[in-house]
């Protein structure tokens, strides 16, 4: 459901008595009028008094209210910045050596094979700022950035800091979270011939962890890692194909802790959460969030559907891609904007939503591999995703997508498109406009689900939304409490 921004409270300045009738220059002759001075002073003051206690009320209420995706496991008033902690239990962030993570970050341009990631670890990993252009966007804002959808563990670590959640003693806690830049230590090693250098930072983490008294009072069980990356690049066997990958997520020690992961093992990742890809956006207060999730209900929409996407080769999942890209670039009603080598305004976040914000759907194929940031950029533009696979959304972010997939998104078997089979286009067309209004709206109410606060937010404004962090918070507490009991905690297997 749409946020609702409380109604502003009158000016004090209004209640205000002024100085001459605090302070008069002449003494009043007559006591009745220096009684009914007196008394209105005292009723002023008592005015004053009241409306400050009501808004500070109001303040408490709001912060208790404002998160209501989130289910309270505790409450309890943390040394950060005197706020209180709502939905998750206390969590303590170990202080790594650099080397695990932040002592990365000064070999940026080394830190993936494919492009410089200097820019992109910028601000926390937000990336750069940039302006927005987006015609539904009626003017900047401060909380857009050109995010790498691979970055998601540097932008967790940052909101972390600053959760009123998080405590600095460790006694206190019941979450523990590992800041561990696996992602990025990964792509900066894929082509690493020795498979021992390969693992070797990874194997250096487990051995750290196995070293500290917290991680062995419950064998890691309360302990997690969150990584920007898909699972498969940390679960290199001996006998599968090496894509590159280290062996982190196989080792004993860590099947104890909980993962979060852009994309999950959906088979054998009973440790393993997914959250969503980084999108573009990064609100700073809830008016920020409401405020676009107005503008892009707004949105004029010309386009039946688009897709955001190129061809992939060698890969059987990724068929699906040349079918979409021929039935797009057949139907008057679809629009293409096709990636590949040199520029592209795929590489422009806001010429993507641009297209977006103006499509009533946007295809989501599987690529390299099963999910694709596409699926939570498309949400953000309140375009409503139709998938081809199971594993692109359904089996990957439970915590985080509604279980009736109809009610916000549209399935088309991969098996059932090709030649002479199912026709996009009229799939789409036969959904009713009252059955497509129902999806957006529930889209557009997803929008603060799948979105990575500002890490200064929480600095900034003492009121949440509910971000991505926050739901894996609240999640985890879940998941540690029936670990740690003992109960079988729900895996996501399919």
């Known amino acids: 459901m749409f946020f609702r ?12 008595p002024s100085s001459s009738d605090l302070f008069p220059k002449t003494k009043d002759k007559d006591p009745n009028i220096a009684l009914t001075k007196l008394n209105k002073i005292k009723y002023l003051l008592l005015s004053c008094l009241f409306i400050a206690t009501w808004l500070i009320l109001l303040r408490l209420w709001l912060s208790l209210t404002t998160t209501t995706t989130l289910t309270t496991t505790t409450t309890t008033t943390l040394n950060n910045h005197n706020k209180t902690c709502v939905g998750s239990y206390p969590f303590y962030i170990y202080n790594l050596p650099p080397q695990f993570n932040l002592g990365l970050l000064e070999h940026c341009n080394n830190l993936n094979i494919y ?5 992109h670890v910028a601000n926390n990993g937000l990336g750069q700022p940039i302006v927005t252009t987006v015609t539904a ?12 959808q691979f970055i998601a563990e540097m932008i967790i ?16 806690a019941r979450l523990f979270y590992v800041p561990f830049y696996g992602g990025l230590y990964a792509s900066s090693v894929f082509r690493e011939a020795n498979l021992t250098q390969r693992d070797s930072l990874a ?14 009072i419950n064998e890691g069980k309360d302990h997690f890692l969150a990584l920007g990356r898909t699972a498969w690049d940390f679960m290199r066997t001996p006998s599968g194909p090496d894509f590159g990958a280290n062996i982190l997520l196989n080792m004993p020690p860590v099947k104890n802790m909980s993962v979060l992961t852009v994309e999950r093992q959906p088979w054998q990742g009973k440790n393993q959460f997914g959250i969503p890809y980084p999108s573009y956006f990064h609100p700073r207060s809830l008016a920020e969030l409401m405020t676009w999730q107005k503008q892009i209900c707004d949105s004029t929409r010309p386009y039946l559907f688009s897709f955001v996407g190129g061809t992939r080769h060698g890969l059987e999942k990724a068929k699906i891609r040349d079918e979409i890209l021929k039935q797009c670039k057949n139907s008057m009603k679809c629009e293409l904007v096709q990636c590949g080598n040199g ?13 977006m914000s103006k499509s009533r759907f946007c295809l989501q194929a599987p690529g390299d591999s099963f999910t694709r940031r596409s699926t939570f950029d498309s949400i953000l533009a309140g375009c409503i995703p139709v998938f081809f696979s199971s594993h692109t959304a359904y089996t990957q972010y439970a915590w985080y997508l509604p279980d009736e997939k109809n009610t916000y998104s549209v ?37 603060h689900k799948v979105t990575y606060m500002h890490p200064n937010a929480s600095v900034v404004e003492d009121v949440s939304f509910g971000d991505v962090v926050d739901i894996a918070l609240e999640r985890l507490s879940r998941i540690v409490e029936e670990k740690i009991s003992g109960k079988d905690f729900g895996s996501e297997e399919v």
């Not at 492009?115 to 820019?119: I, L, R, S």
């Not at 194997?203 to 062995?216: A, E, G, K």
Request: glycine share 2%; net charge negative; with cysteine.
């Open 411 to 447: 399935f088309i078997d991969e098996n059932d498109c090709g030649e002479g089979k199912k026709s996009i286009e009229e799939v789409l067309m036969r959904i009713s406009k009252e059955d497509e209004e129902k999806m957006r709206v529930a889209v557009i109410n997803l929008i």
């Open 115 to 119: 492009t410089n990631m200097c820019p």
């Open 5 to 16: 921004k409380p109604s502003p409270t009158s000016s004090l300045n209004y209640y205000l």
């Open 137 to 148: 966007l009626s003017s900047p804002s401060s909380s857009w950035f050109a995010t790498h």
């Open 343 to 355: 520029a592209s305004k795929c590489h422009d976040p806001m010429a993507v939503l641009e297209v």
């Open 203 to 216: 194997v250096d983490l487990v051995d750290y962890l196995q070293s500290q008294p917290w991680f062995n």
């Open 157 to 172: 670590h940052a909101r972390l800091e600053n959760h009123p959640c998080r405590t600095w003693d460790p006694s206190e």
